[in-house]
């Protein structure tokens, strides 16, 4: 919306994190006064105030957002404004006359600096004479260097060309050239800095080389023909949201979700290009992803004729996952966006395709625990004992089922990589125990497993598509011409001359099961945009590795790429996260293999807390009176706190425990659809159900040793030691999972043993749930505040 006689207002990505800081007062406000500025400049109960030129083209005004805050604006061509910072308070606008701008030479954005408050927070912090002073985390540091004086500043190997050339503000270099320790650069990274510049000094400090550095951050941000005295330019620029566009003061006024207007230069590059073919973005916990994906949802939209049809597809692994996508998307797009896209879970997909089929009578669809349950029964009934009732659900879901097995003859020659091996006697006995397992599912009551669905899905799906493709090729014979409808149909086999979907988008790829991803390729033609995924595989906890391009799906060169910067989780918590599966091999979902080298945070905190209790009911009263504690005492909502459990018997009993503790904390579990929207109370749910999911204070209880990982692997250690490792890995990354799901804190407990996962020595660190029951442990608001 234009106003003839109004201004256009553009605001800076660094008042993003002045109004995150000053909370929702500050946003209301802020968007009341860019409203009015919007609409007439002239207004004077705006009461702009000339501060001083910025530079030839530029010049930067103060004005009062009453009652409390005050704003920096840069005006530049004839009622075009910038708004640069917000400050709030009787010194806001002292506060807001000393910042420093200039436009970095890089990203052309302006860089915003309170240099004095920089300096001051990093000196806040004592000089330690502790030399030898390796270079930040420098590996190759030293230990016998000859011992100087005087720490040495972290970045001193850097010029201040080669730190600026990099996209670091020239008006951060005084103050950087004082840090001499990780933590003073923590303090200062805390700060309002631009993001160009804390993302170099982050990769800088991970020990990054300057090349990659250079390659994935610097190029990323760089805008061509940057100029540092045009400032005409800064209101022009292409990554800054003009708030012409209501819903950026929608979003300024409402809850601010960064995310939604902001993506990291790499984010919108993957939101928005156009690819060949499929594309696939990996990438650790809270590196936005699921963003990105959404982004690409409404880009792809974007690109749609009008038409009232939904042929972008956004599916994920299970429905809670995919009822949050929903909710997100509507947030980012409105209803409009919706109305063109059809999001639904993988397996839900699966069933619709499967009944849409006449001739199919799919019966119910077992839980995957009572379809393992099954094979306890066919055991007992056929007599076949020597093989374990979860060996044959795995066995059927992930070589049978994922092979397309449908006779003895394809089974006993298919290759079972990773799995022990069996002589061909055990392959008849197994094929025996599956047809008996089939016939139980086909008697009446009719049922089915969630594996079959899919894979019958797959089948229904591929046959259309060869249909589809028989369909093209005879098109094409004829010249191209449109075929009459008749001919058409029956070379389709009834399904009409077109495929459901010209664009599928898929979040959490990696726990997608080989029947998934041979129905999704065939749901969508080959060609630019078909398919564009996200996933890690470091959070794989349901499926085995699927290899991506044997099922089509190719995304060769820039068509794969990896998000490093977590916008969630802490970097101590991603670091004690992190060093659960060191040494562990992952997958990069196709043949190569992915690491969490460079993964990176861009915010600090507390290292996470760990409570050791003699029993599982004194660790639950703990827990129970720590979140009573942060909710009482810090004010943290119940519903932005959570407790994860290793399975569903202690979700039941920890939410009794919360509930009937000394001070009740309400409880609400996580169900398999997730948790009603707008319900009160903490979040309780297995691991598992922590997938996709993210609070402010994340409980992790019931870490013991014989609970995580569980017990009955132990079995495997000598008999299966391929099986054994496996399972451990999935045991190690749904502890992962649910520790990434922390933002600003984590407390992790056990009673007994701690779990082997924890780090070593773990118990000396632990604080006692007894003394803390007592009232005399140590100040459980250690890590709270
Ligand atoms: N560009 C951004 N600016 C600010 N916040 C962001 C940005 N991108 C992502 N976030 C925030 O980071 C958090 C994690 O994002 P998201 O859920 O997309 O990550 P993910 O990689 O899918 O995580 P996971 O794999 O752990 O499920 C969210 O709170 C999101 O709002």
Redesign the pocket.
Known sequence: MTNRNGARVVVNLQVQRDLQNLGHHATNQVNDFVRRLREDPANRSLRLAPLRAAGHNGDLFLASVPPHHAVLLLLTDTARFTVLAVREGERAHEELSRLTVTINPVSGLPDVIDQAHASDTVLAFPVRNSSPQPTIEDPKAHPSAPVSPLPRPLFDEYTDDELTGLGVSRSLLPTLSEITSRQQLDALLTGNIPELTRDVLLALASCTPVDEIRRDITEAWRLPDADPEDWAGVAHHPALVSTEDDAVLDALGNTF???RL???PE?RRLATTRFKGSAKVT??????????ALHRVRHLVEQLPPGYDRPVLLTTYNTSLAEDLRQRLRRLGGDGLLNRVRIESVDALARRIVVEEPSVDLGRTLPDDAAMHLWHTVRAETGLTNYEADFLDEEFRHVIVAGQCVRYEQYRSISRPGRKRITVKDRRDIWKLVEAYLAHLAAHPRRITFDLVASEAARIADERKRAYDRYLEYKDEQGGRDLIHREAASLMGGFGPRLPFRHIVI??AQDLSASHWRMLRALVPEGPDDIFL?G?AH?RIYAHRSILSHYGIRTPGRASRR?TL???TTREILGSAGGLLEGQPFDDLDNGTDTLDGYRSVLTGRAPAYYHAPDWQTELRAVAALLFERHDKYGTPYEAMAVAVPDGAAASQAAYALGTAEHPVPPVEIGQDGVPEGAKGVRIGTMHRF??L?FQRVFIVGVSEGQVPHQRIEPYRLSDPGRFRQEEQRARSLLF?AA??ARDELIVSWNGRPSRFLPRNVEHSAHSAIALLRGDGSPSSSSAA
């Open positions: 979700e960064a995310w902001f993506l990291h984010q990438g650790g916990p809270g590196t936005g992803k699921t963003v990105v979040d959490e996200v890690d959070q998000l977590s916008y969630r997938k996709g993210e999972v990434t799901r």
